[in-house]
Protein backbone atom coordinates (compact mmCIF):
# COMPACT_ATOMS: atom_id res chain seq x y z
CA UNK A 1 0.00 0.00 0.00
CA UNK A 2 1.13 3.38 -0.71
CA UNK A 3 2.46 5.64 1.85
CA UNK A 4 0.56 8.75 3.71
CA UNK A 5 1.75 12.11 4.60
CA UNK A 6 -0.03 13.97 6.66
CA UNK A 7 1.22 17.50 5.60
CA UNK A 8 -0.73 19.43 7.61
CA UNK A 9 1.63 19.82 10.10
CA UNK A 10 3.78 16.50 10.14
CA UNK A 11 7.26 17.01 9.67
CA UNK A 12 7.78 14.06 6.67
CA UNK A 13 8.24 16.98 3.99
CA UNK A 14 10.07 20.13 3.96
CA UNK A 15 8.77 23.26 4.57
CA UNK A 16 8.50 25.25 1.22
CA UNK A 17 8.39 29.08 0.86
CA UNK A 18 5.68 30.92 -1.09
CA UNK A 19 7.73 31.29 -4.15
CA UNK A 20 8.60 27.46 -4.64
CA UNK A 21 4.81 26.70 -3.68
CA UNK A 22 4.30 28.32 -6.85
CA UNK A 23 6.42 26.90 -9.34
CA UNK A 24 5.14 23.69 -7.72
CA UNK A 25 1.54 24.04 -8.67
CA UNK A 26 0.37 23.43 -11.85
CA UNK A 27 -2.93 23.63 -13.69
CA UNK A 28 -4.92 20.69 -14.00
CA UNK A 29 -8.11 19.89 -15.14
CA UNK A 30 -10.40 18.64 -12.23
CA UNK A 31 -13.86 17.13 -11.76
CA UNK A 32 -15.52 17.42 -8.60
CA UNK A 33 -18.72 15.07 -7.86
CA UNK A 34 -20.79 15.85 -4.36
CA UNK A 35 -22.70 13.47 -2.32
CA UNK A 36 -24.82 14.24 0.67
CA UNK A 37 -26.61 16.91 1.88
CA UNK A 38 -26.75 21.03 1.04
CA UNK A 39 -23.75 21.75 2.65
CA UNK A 40 -21.90 19.31 0.54
CA UNK A 41 -22.81 20.99 -2.52
CA UNK A 42 -21.92 24.19 -0.72
CA UNK A 43 -18.55 23.10 -0.07
CA UNK A 44 -17.94 22.16 -3.54
CA UNK A 45 -18.50 25.22 -4.19
CA UNK A 46 -15.58 26.63 -2.50
CA UNK A 47 -13.48 23.63 -3.55
CA UNK A 48 -13.72 24.98 -7.44
CA UNK A 49 -13.50 28.47 -6.51
CA UNK A 50 -9.87 27.11 -4.26
CA UNK A 51 -8.78 25.08 -7.52
CA UNK A 52 -9.69 27.87 -10.45
CA UNK A 53 -8.36 30.04 -7.84
CA UNK A 54 -5.32 28.69 -8.30
CA UNK A 55 -4.86 28.23 -12.00
CA UNK A 56 -7.09 25.21 -12.74
CA UNK A 57 -10.22 24.69 -14.54
CA UNK A 58 -12.88 22.75 -13.52
CA UNK A 59 -14.71 20.13 -16.35
CA UNK A 60 -18.01 18.74 -16.13
CA UNK A 61 -17.23 15.11 -16.96
CA UNK A 62 -14.79 12.76 -15.21
CA UNK A 63 -13.81 11.48 -18.65
CA UNK A 64 -12.15 15.38 -19.47
CA UNK A 65 -10.11 15.33 -16.23
CA UNK A 66 -6.70 15.06 -14.89
CA UNK A 67 -7.88 14.63 -11.10
CA UNK A 68 -11.47 13.31 -9.85
CA UNK A 69 -12.75 14.57 -6.48
CA UNK A 70 -15.49 13.40 -4.70
CA UNK A 71 -16.81 15.23 -1.79
CA UNK A 72 -18.26 13.40 0.44
CA UNK A 73 -20.93 12.92 3.29
CA UNK A 74 -20.28 10.60 6.41
CA UNK A 75 -23.62 10.83 7.99
CA UNK A 76 -24.72 7.08 7.69
CA UNK A 77 -23.10 4.05 6.10
CA UNK A 78 -25.03 3.73 3.02
CA UNK A 79 -23.77 7.75 2.07
CA UNK A 80 -20.21 5.69 2.11
CA UNK A 81 -20.87 2.37 0.29
CA UNK A 82 -21.98 4.86 -2.27
CA UNK A 83 -18.69 6.64 -2.10
CA UNK A 84 -17.04 3.36 -2.14
CA UNK A 85 -18.76 2.07 -5.61
CA UNK A 86 -18.47 5.21 -7.26
CA UNK A 87 -14.60 5.10 -6.78
CA UNK A 88 -14.42 1.91 -7.97
CA UNK A 89 -16.31 2.51 -11.33
CA UNK A 90 -14.01 5.09 -11.69
CA UNK A 91 -10.90 3.18 -11.91
CA UNK A 92 -11.64 2.80 -15.16
CA UNK A 93 -10.26 6.19 -16.34
CA UNK A 94 -6.90 4.75 -14.93
CA UNK A 95 -7.12 2.54 -18.56
CA UNK A 96 -6.87 5.74 -20.79
CA UNK A 97 -5.14 8.15 -18.40
CA UNK A 98 -3.00 6.14 -16.03
CA UNK A 99 -1.71 9.81 -14.17
CA UNK A 100 -5.46 10.53 -13.42
CA UNK A 101 -5.53 11.61 -9.75
CA UNK A 102 -8.37 10.11 -7.55
CA UNK A 103 -9.59 11.97 -4.37
CA UNK A 104 -11.63 11.60 -1.81
CA UNK A 105 -12.75 14.48 0.26
CA UNK A 106 -15.06 15.70 3.06
CA UNK A 107 -17.01 14.19 5.93
CA UNK A 108 -15.91 10.55 4.94
CA UNK A 109 -12.84 11.52 4.48
CA UNK A 110 -12.43 13.10 7.99
CA UNK A 111 -14.03 9.79 9.47
CA UNK A 112 -12.46 6.66 7.64
CA UNK A 113 -9.08 8.66 7.07
CA UNK A 114 -6.49 5.37 5.83
CA UNK A 115 -9.65 3.53 5.62
CA UNK A 116 -10.07 4.25 2.88
CA UNK A 117 -7.00 3.88 0.57
CA UNK A 118 -6.87 0.19 2.97
CA UNK A 119 -10.21 -0.15 0.90
CA UNK A 120 -9.47 1.78 -2.65
CA UNK A 121 -5.83 1.54 -2.94
CA UNK A 122 -6.09 3.61 -5.84
CA UNK A 123 -6.78 6.97 -4.08
CA UNK A 124 -4.26 9.27 -3.93
CA UNK A 125 -5.80 11.91 -1.78
CA UNK A 126 -7.33 12.30 1.27
CA UNK A 127 -8.74 15.68 2.65
CA UNK A 128 -11.12 16.46 5.63
CA UNK A 129 -13.45 19.40 5.03
CA UNK A 130 -11.43 21.62 7.38
CA UNK A 131 -8.41 21.47 4.59
CA UNK A 132 -9.65 22.58 1.24
CA UNK A 133 -7.08 25.35 1.03
CA UNK A 134 -4.40 22.91 0.43
CA UNK A 135 -6.21 21.25 -2.25
CA UNK A 136 -4.21 22.78 -5.23
CA UNK A 137 -0.43 21.96 -3.83
CA UNK A 138 -1.87 18.67 -2.45
CA UNK A 139 -3.26 17.88 -5.56
CA UNK A 140 0.89 18.43 -7.08
CA UNK A 141 1.96 16.20 -4.28
CA UNK A 142 -0.21 13.24 -4.96
CA UNK A 143 1.17 13.40 -8.49
CA UNK A 144 4.28 11.94 -6.74
CA UNK A 145 2.85 10.46 -3.42
CA UNK A 146 -0.16 10.13 -1.53
CA UNK A 147 -1.44 12.69 0.37
CA UNK A 148 -3.90 12.56 3.75
CA UNK A 149 -4.73 15.74 5.18
CA UNK A 150 -7.42 15.59 8.11
CA UNK A 151 -6.52 17.59 10.72
CA UNK A 152 -9.55 19.64 12.12
CA UNK A 153 -9.24 23.31 12.27
CA UNK A 154 -11.28 25.37 14.54
CA UNK A 155 -10.71 28.52 13.08
CA UNK A 156 -11.86 27.91 9.61
CA UNK A 157 -14.66 29.07 8.36
CA UNK A 158 -13.39 29.78 4.92
CA UNK A 159 -14.24 33.25 4.68
CA UNK A 160 -12.61 35.05 1.97
CA UNK A 161 -13.18 32.68 -0.19
CA UNK A 162 -16.13 33.19 -3.07
CA UNK A 163 -17.84 29.81 -3.51
CA UNK A 164 -18.33 29.29 -7.59
CA UNK A 165 -21.77 29.48 -8.33
CA UNK A 166 -22.92 26.95 -10.83
CA UNK A 167 -26.08 29.19 -11.80
CA UNK A 168 -29.79 28.97 -11.60
CA UNK A 169 -31.72 31.34 -9.09
CA UNK A 170 -31.13 29.71 -6.02
CA UNK A 171 -27.69 29.51 -4.26
CA UNK A 172 -26.56 27.98 -0.93
CA UNK A 173 -24.75 30.51 1.65
CA UNK A 174 -22.88 29.09 4.50
CA UNK A 175 -22.70 30.79 7.40
CA UNK A 176 -21.33 28.27 10.14
CA UNK A 177 -19.33 25.32 10.13
CA UNK A 178 -19.05 22.81 12.52
CA UNK A 179 -21.45 21.59 16.06
CA UNK A 180 -21.33 21.84 19.32
CA UNK A 181 -24.46 19.76 20.34
CA UNK A 182 -22.83 16.80 20.36
CA UNK A 183 -26.27 14.88 19.60
CA UNK A 184 -25.44 11.37 20.41
CA UNK A 185 -26.61 9.51 16.94
CA UNK A 186 -24.73 12.20 15.05
CA UNK A 187 -20.69 12.06 13.43
CA UNK A 188 -21.27 15.74 12.24
CA UNK A 189 -19.01 17.01 15.20
CA UNK A 190 -16.38 14.79 14.82
CA UNK A 191 -15.94 15.51 10.96
CA UNK A 192 -16.48 18.75 11.19
CA UNK A 193 -15.60 19.97 14.06
CA UNK A 194 -16.57 22.71 16.85
CA UNK A 195 -18.84 25.45 15.60
CA UNK A 196 -17.89 28.52 14.17
CA UNK A 197 -19.44 31.78 12.30
CA UNK A 198 -19.12 34.30 9.08
CA UNK A 199 -19.00 37.47 9.78
CA UNK A 200 -21.92 39.01 9.03
CA UNK A 201 -20.80 41.60 7.25
CA UNK A 202 -18.93 39.13 4.46
CA UNK A 203 -22.15 37.11 4.35
CA UNK A 204 -24.00 40.15 2.90
CA UNK A 205 -21.27 40.69 0.78
CA UNK A 206 -21.58 37.52 -0.76
CA UNK A 207 -25.21 37.66 -0.60
CA UNK A 208 -24.73 40.74 -2.88
CA UNK A 209 -22.61 38.64 -5.34
CA UNK A 210 -25.11 36.09 -5.48
CA UNK A 211 -28.05 38.72 -6.10
CA UNK A 212 -25.70 39.96 -9.07
CA UNK A 213 -25.52 36.71 -10.34
CA UNK A 214 -29.09 36.78 -10.72
CA UNK A 215 -30.11 34.73 -7.72
CA UNK A 216 -33.10 35.31 -6.75
CA UNK A 217 -33.66 32.71 -3.49
CA UNK A 218 -30.79 31.77 -0.67
CA UNK A 219 -30.93 29.76 1.76
CA UNK A 220 -29.15 29.80 4.75
CA UNK A 221 -26.74 26.96 5.55
CA UNK A 222 -25.39 25.22 9.18
CA UNK A 223 -25.39 22.37 10.97
CA UNK A 224 -27.40 24.42 13.96
CA UNK A 225 -28.04 27.61 11.63
CA UNK A 226 -29.53 29.22 13.94
CA UNK A 227 -27.11 29.41 16.50
CA UNK A 228 -25.30 31.70 14.25
CA UNK A 229 -23.19 34.46 16.16
CA UNK A 230 -20.13 35.69 14.89
CA UNK A 231 -19.54 37.79 18.29
CA UNK A 232 -22.38 41.03 17.41
CA UNK A 233 -24.85 39.67 15.62
CA UNK A 234 -26.91 36.96 16.24
CA UNK A 235 -29.33 34.91 13.55
CA UNK A 236 -32.34 37.01 13.87
CA UNK A 237 -29.66 39.87 12.91
CA UNK A 238 -28.54 38.21 9.52
CA UNK A 239 -32.25 36.91 8.59
CA UNK A 240 -32.81 40.54 7.99
CA UNK A 241 -29.61 41.68 6.82
CA UNK A 242 -29.71 39.12 4.05
CA UNK A 243 -33.16 39.46 2.82
CA UNK A 244 -32.61 43.44 2.88
CA UNK A 245 -30.27 42.78 -0.28
CA UNK A 246 -31.83 44.45 -3.14
CA UNK A 247 -32.79 41.10 -5.55
CA UNK A 248 -32.88 38.76 -3.48
CA UNK A 249 -36.23 37.67 -3.14
CA UNK A 250 -36.62 35.16 -0.38
CA UNK A 251 -34.37 33.71 2.24
CA UNK A 252 -34.65 30.77 3.78
CA UNK A 253 -32.47 28.15 6.46
CA UNK A 254 -31.52 24.68 7.26
CA UNK A 255 -31.24 23.04 9.38
CA UNK A 256 -32.03 24.75 12.72
CA UNK A 257 -32.15 23.07 16.32
CA UNK A 258 -35.17 23.42 18.50
CA UNK A 259 -32.48 25.02 21.41
CA UNK A 260 -31.90 28.05 19.23
CA UNK A 261 -35.47 28.78 18.18
CA UNK A 262 -35.26 32.40 19.62
CA UNK A 263 -38.03 34.75 19.97
CA UNK A 264 -35.80 37.04 17.76
CA UNK A 265 -35.97 34.53 15.41
CA UNK A 266 -39.14 33.84 15.15
CA UNK A 267 -40.43 37.62 15.10
CA UNK A 268 -37.62 38.07 12.18
CA UNK A 269 -39.70 35.46 10.06
CA UNK A 270 -43.05 36.76 10.60
CA UNK A 271 -41.91 40.46 10.46
CA UNK A 272 -39.66 40.44 6.91
CA UNK A 273 -41.72 39.59 3.94
CA UNK A 274 -38.50 37.97 2.41
CA UNK A 275 -37.87 35.41 4.85
CA UNK A 276 -40.40 32.44 3.96
CA UNK A 277 -42.87 31.12 6.13
CA UNK A 278 -41.04 27.43 6.36
CA UNK A 279 -39.43 26.22 8.78
CA UNK A 280 -37.53 22.50 9.47
CA UNK A 281 -38.00 22.18 13.03
CA UNK A 282 -36.05 18.13 14.13
CA UNK A 283 -38.04 16.68 16.75
CA UNK A 284 -36.18 13.18 16.30
CA UNK A 285 -38.34 11.41 18.51
CA UNK A 286 -41.74 12.31 21.37
CA UNK A 287 -40.50 11.00 23.97
CA UNK A 288 -38.18 12.77 26.64
CA UNK A 289 -36.47 10.11 27.38
CA UNK A 290 -35.10 9.11 23.82
CA UNK A 291 -34.53 12.77 23.65
CA UNK A 292 -32.16 12.95 26.64
CA UNK A 293 -30.59 9.60 25.15
CA UNK A 294 -29.93 11.38 22.24
CA UNK A 295 -28.80 14.52 24.20
CA UNK A 296 -31.23 17.04 21.94
CA UNK A 297 -31.07 19.47 25.14
CA UNK A 298 -35.29 20.29 24.85
CA UNK A 299 -37.77 18.48 26.24
CA UNK A 300 -41.45 17.72 23.78
CA UNK A 301 -43.29 20.55 26.15
CA UNK A 302 -40.43 22.46 24.76
CA UNK A 303 -40.39 22.10 21.20
CA UNK A 304 -44.02 22.21 21.46
CA UNK A 305 -43.85 25.68 22.97
CA UNK A 306 -41.90 26.66 19.87
CA UNK A 307 -44.44 25.32 17.41
CA UNK A 308 -46.86 27.27 18.99
CA UNK A 309 -44.93 30.44 18.90
CA UNK A 310 -44.18 29.95 15.25
CA UNK A 311 -48.27 29.61 14.47
CA UNK A 312 -49.11 32.56 16.41
CA UNK A 313 -45.99 34.98 14.85
CA UNK A 314 -45.56 33.44 11.55
CA UNK A 315 -48.41 33.73 9.55
CA UNK A 316 -49.29 30.61 7.39
CA UNK A 317 -45.81 28.67 8.56
CA UNK A 318 -44.73 25.31 6.79
CA UNK A 319 -43.06 23.30 9.56
CA UNK A 320 -41.37 20.23 8.45
CA UNK A 321 -38.93 18.08 10.80
CA UNK A 322 -36.99 14.86 10.88
CA UNK A 323 -37.92 11.64 12.88
CA UNK A 324 -35.61 8.48 13.89
CA UNK A 325 -37.58 5.52 14.98
CA UNK A 326 -35.94 2.52 16.70
CA UNK A 327 -33.33 4.72 18.83
CA UNK A 328 -31.44 2.46 21.82
CA UNK A 329 -34.31 2.24 24.80
CA UNK A 330 -37.34 3.09 22.53
CA UNK A 331 -40.22 1.06 23.67
CA UNK A 332 -43.67 0.97 22.12
CA UNK A 333 -45.12 3.89 24.73
CA UNK A 334 -41.93 6.22 23.16
CA UNK A 335 -42.74 5.54 19.79
CA UNK A 336 -46.32 6.07 20.50
CA UNK A 337 -45.52 9.02 22.22
CA UNK A 338 -43.95 10.15 18.61
CA UNK A 339 -47.11 8.94 16.34
CA UNK A 340 -49.13 11.73 18.53
CA UNK A 341 -46.46 14.21 18.02
CA UNK A 342 -47.08 13.59 14.43
CA UNK A 343 -51.44 13.59 14.37
CA UNK A 344 -50.93 16.62 16.81
CA UNK A 345 -48.71 18.89 15.10
CA UNK A 346 -49.17 17.79 11.79
CA UNK A 347 -46.21 18.56 9.21
CA UNK A 348 -46.43 19.30 6.05
CA UNK A 349 -44.02 17.18 5.23
CA UNK A 350 -41.27 15.24 7.42
CA UNK A 351 -38.01 12.83 6.95
CA UNK A 352 -38.14 9.82 8.66
CA UNK A 353 -35.53 7.42 9.46
CA UNK A 354 -34.84 4.08 11.20
CA UNK A 355 -32.27 4.30 13.46
CA UNK A 356 -28.77 2.44 12.96
CA UNK A 357 -25.57 2.73 14.93
CA UNK A 358 -23.02 4.99 13.49
CA UNK A 359 -19.12 4.48 14.14
CA UNK A 360 -17.68 7.13 15.66
CA UNK A 361 -21.15 8.29 17.31
CA UNK A 362 -21.64 8.10 21.12
CA UNK A 363 -24.51 6.40 20.33
CA UNK A 364 -22.13 3.60 18.91
CA UNK A 365 -19.81 3.86 21.96
CA UNK A 366 -22.03 3.60 25.07
CA UNK A 367 -25.82 2.53 23.64
CA UNK A 368 -26.92 -0.77 23.11
CA UNK A 369 -28.58 -1.17 19.63
CA UNK A 370 -31.36 -2.80 21.33
CA UNK A 371 -34.67 -2.37 19.14
CA UNK A 372 -35.29 -5.44 17.12
CA UNK A 373 -34.68 -5.27 13.19
CA UNK A 374 -38.71 -6.35 12.43
CA UNK A 375 -39.53 -3.70 15.41
CA UNK A 376 -37.62 -0.74 13.76
CA UNK A 377 -38.81 -1.44 10.10
CA UNK A 378 -42.55 -1.96 11.54
CA UNK A 379 -42.70 1.67 13.21
CA UNK A 380 -41.05 3.06 9.95
CA UNK A 381 -43.82 1.58 8.10
CA UNK A 382 -46.05 3.05 10.66
CA UNK A 383 -44.68 6.56 10.33
CA UNK A 384 -44.33 6.99 6.77
CA UNK A 385 -48.18 5.87 6.43
CA UNK A 386 -48.91 8.42 9.27
CA UNK A 387 -47.35 11.06 7.51
CA UNK A 388 -48.34 10.36 3.93
CA UNK A 389 -51.77 10.73 5.05
CA UNK A 390 -51.24 14.07 7.30
CA UNK A 391 -48.91 15.67 4.21
CA UNK A 392 -51.78 14.76 1.79
CA UNK A 393 -54.63 16.50 3.40
CA UNK A 394 -52.40 19.22 3.93
CA UNK A 395 -51.41 20.01 0.50
CA UNK A 396 -55.02 19.23 -0.47
CA UNK A 397 -56.16 22.04 1.52
CA UNK A 398 -54.35 24.37 -1.00
CA UNK A 399 -56.79 23.29 -3.58
CA UNK A 400 -58.79 26.29 -4.93
CA UNK A 401 -55.98 28.90 -3.41
CA UNK A 402 -53.74 31.51 -5.15
CA UNK A 403 -49.93 30.79 -3.92
CA UNK A 404 -46.74 32.93 -5.79
CA UNK A 405 -44.33 30.70 -7.02
CA UNK A 406 -40.74 31.25 -7.70
CA UNK A 407 -39.88 29.50 -11.23
CA UNK A 408 -37.04 27.25 -11.07
CA UNK A 409 -37.42 25.77 -14.57
CA UNK A 410 -38.57 22.85 -17.01
CA UNK A 411 -40.91 19.99 -15.27
CA UNK A 412 -38.73 16.94 -15.91
CA UNK A 413 -41.61 14.62 -16.69
CA UNK A 414 -43.50 17.66 -19.15
CA UNK A 415 -40.81 20.52 -20.42
CA UNK A 416 -44.13 22.22 -21.42
CA UNK A 417 -44.36 22.63 -17.68
CA UNK A 418 -42.60 24.81 -15.40
CA UNK A 419 -42.08 23.66 -11.33
CA UNK A 420 -41.14 26.10 -8.70
CA UNK A 421 -41.69 26.79 -4.79
CA UNK A 422 -44.23 28.38 -2.93
CA UNK A 423 -42.98 30.36 -0.11
CA UNK A 424 -44.05 27.51 2.37
CA UNK A 425 -41.50 25.20 0.51
CA UNK A 426 -44.11 23.06 -1.86
CA UNK A 427 -43.35 22.37 -5.20
CA UNK A 428 -45.45 23.36 -7.19
CA UNK A 429 -46.14 22.26 -11.39
CA UNK A 430 -48.03 24.40 -14.01
CA UNK A 431 -48.20 25.36 -17.44
CA UNK A 432 -45.43 27.62 -18.84
CA UNK A 433 -46.94 30.45 -20.73
CA UNK A 434 -44.76 33.53 -20.73
CA UNK A 435 -42.66 33.25 -17.19
CA UNK A 436 -39.08 33.20 -16.98
CA UNK A 437 -37.29 31.19 -14.21
CA UNK A 438 -36.40 33.68 -11.48
CA UNK A 439 -40.34 34.86 -11.96
CA UNK A 440 -42.46 34.87 -8.82
CA UNK A 441 -45.38 33.93 -10.88
CA UNK A 442 -49.35 33.91 -9.22
CA UNK A 443 -51.00 30.09 -9.82
CA UNK A 444 -54.23 28.59 -8.79
CA UNK A 445 -53.95 25.90 -7.19
CA UNK A 446 -55.92 23.14 -9.05
CA UNK A 447 -55.17 19.09 -7.56
CA UNK A 448 -52.91 17.75 -5.54
CA UNK A 449 -50.76 14.55 -4.26
CA UNK A 450 -48.92 14.38 -1.01
CA UNK A 451 -45.85 15.69 -2.46
CA UNK A 452 -46.77 18.15 -5.05
CA UNK A 453 -48.99 20.77 -6.02
CA UNK A 454 -50.65 21.00 -9.50
CA UNK A 455 -51.66 24.54 -10.62
CA UNK A 456 -52.69 26.85 -13.74
CA UNK A 457 -51.26 30.71 -13.71
CA UNK A 458 -53.73 33.06 -12.36
Known amino acids: ?47 RSLLVDAGNVCVDEPEAADAVLLNTCAVRDHAEERVFGRLAELQRLRGTNPDVIFGVCGCMAQHLKERIVERAPHVDLVIGPDAYRQLPEALDRAAEEPQFRVRLDHAESYDGVDPIHDGGIRAWLTIQRGCDKFCTFCIVPFVRGRERSVPLGRLVSQA ?129 ATCRILESVRYDNAFLFQYSPREGTTAHRKLADDVPAEAKASRLRHVIELQESVSLDIYRSRVGTRQTVLVEGPSRRDPAHYFGKTDDFKTCVFPRGASEPGDLVDVIVESASAHTLLARQA
Open 1 to 47: MKRLLDLAGAPTLPDFDAQSEAALTRSRRVYVESFGCQMNVSDTEII
Open 208 to 336: EQLAGKGVKEITLLGQTVNSYHDGERDFAALLEAVADVPGIERVRFTSPHPSDATDAMIRAMGAHPRVCSHVHLPLQSGSDDVLARMRRSYTVEEYLRIVDALRTHVPNVAITTDIIVGFPGETDEDFD
